[in-house]
Antibody, heavy 121, light 107 residues
Framework: QITLKESGPTLVKPTETLTLTCTFS??????????VGWIRQPPGKALEWLAL???????RYSPSLRSRLSITKDTSKNQVVLTMTNLDPVDTATYYC?????????????WGQGTLVTVSS | SSELTQDPAVSVALGQTVTITCQGD??????ASWYQQKPGQAPLLVIY???NRPSGIPDRFSGSSSGNTASLTITGAQAEDEADYYC??????????FGGGTKLTVL
């Protein structure tokens, strides 16, 4: 059974840095064809892809947020960490991590429950 | 371009068939995947690859693609299918955008 869970602060002040951790089980991020991504969803709005890290350490970032994002993995702890700098109230959203599978396509087949992050002074 | 475009809202009568579409240049080279999201819940994968359903997804959900358009079809829509639906794909640069979502109402 694959599970993912996001953790981190629920309230962040403007200009601060957000660090979110995705802790997963049921798969390994050393397995070929696997990745973990971060996706966010502002209240009442659409999903927005943020970043992705693959089993081979390759990573990708949303072009519009690339300068503010960093994604890393710790395979020994089964964790992926997303860092976002210079937070703004428009970054208020539910942040999800999800497993990306590359077998027969590119798809997020398992998702965490999400964590709501509010940016406010 | 990595943008994926969806109609904001679609409605279907109970038991009828509905198709939700997703347009984007990246779909000419990569399969779309489709996600169902109900209020307060995380997205759920319903279709991936050429036309594959994860375990537990009813066979009334199917996917297809032609040119720059991917489609999700629900044959015999049920009340529990009322939800937001998002498409997703990768592009040639390795980005993974989502469409803007389609709100499906079952009448």
């Amino acid at each position: 059974q694959i599970t993912l869970k996001e953790s981190g602060p629920t309230l962040v002040k403007p200009t601060e840095t957000l660090t979110l951790t995705c802790t997963f089980s049921g798969f390994s991020l050393t397995t070929s064809g696997v990745g973990v991504g971060w996706i966010r969803q502002p209240p009442g709005k659409a999903l927005e892809w943020l970043a992705l890290i693959y089993w081979d350490d390759d990573n990708r970032y949303s072009p519009s947020l690339r300068s503010r994002l960093s994604i890393t993995k710790d395979t020994s702890k089964n964790q992926v960490v997303l860092t976002m700098t210079n937070l703004d109230p428009v970054d208020t959203a539910t942040y999800y991590c999800a497993r990306l599978a590359l077998w027969g396509g590119n798809y997020f087949d398992s998702w965490g429950q999400g964590t709501l992050v509010t940016v406010s002074s | 371009s990595s943008e994926l475009t969806q109609d904001p809202a679609v409605s279907v009568a109970l038991g009828q068939t509905v198709t939700i579409t997703c347009q984007g240049d990246s779909l000419r080279g990569y399969y779309a995947s489709w996600y169902q999201q109900k209020p307060g819940q995380a997205p759920l994968l319903v279709i991936y690859g050429k036309n594959n359903r994860p375990s537990g997804i009813p066979d009334r959900f199917s996917g297809s693609s032609s040119g720059n358009t991917a489609s999700l079809t629900i044959t015999g829509a049920q009340a529990e299918d009322e939800a937001d639906y998002y498409c997703h794909s990768r592009d040639s640069s390795g980005n993974h955008p989502f469409g803007g979502g389609t709100k499906l109402t079952v009448l």
